[in-house]
């Protein structure tokens, strides 16, 4: 299986579980990972969508992200290796 990842700079369109909310779409640059006490998270500037709140930054929980769409294409695809096995 490959590993996917998100690449720096590149906008993307994140929709989360939003409690009462329902869902909760933030549009912004992906800056980076982070952690938020022992949960990972996505770190994203967000874009003019946003109206007065564009150019703060948005820490995601990655457990709360349902999906990610990246109107870019910015994904990096990481193959694993190949594994050889002895009998």
Do not use: N, W
């Not at 590993?3 to 939003?18: M, R, T």
């Not at 948005?58 to 002895?86: A, F, H, N, W």
């Amino acid at each position: 299986m490959a590993k996917v990842g998100l690449k720096k700079g590149k906008k993307y369109i994140v929709h989360c579980v939003g409690g009462r909310d329902g869902i909760v779409t933030s549009y912004g640059i992906f800056e980076g990972y982070t952690a938020v006490g022992s949960e990972e998270a996505i770190c994203l500037r967000l874009t003019e969508e946003h109206g007065e709140e564009a150019g703060l930054l948005r820490i995601i929980l990655i457990s709360s992200v349902m999906y990610i769409d990246c109107p870019e294409g910015g994904i990096e695809v990481e193959k694993e290796p190949q594994l050889t096995y002895l009998s």
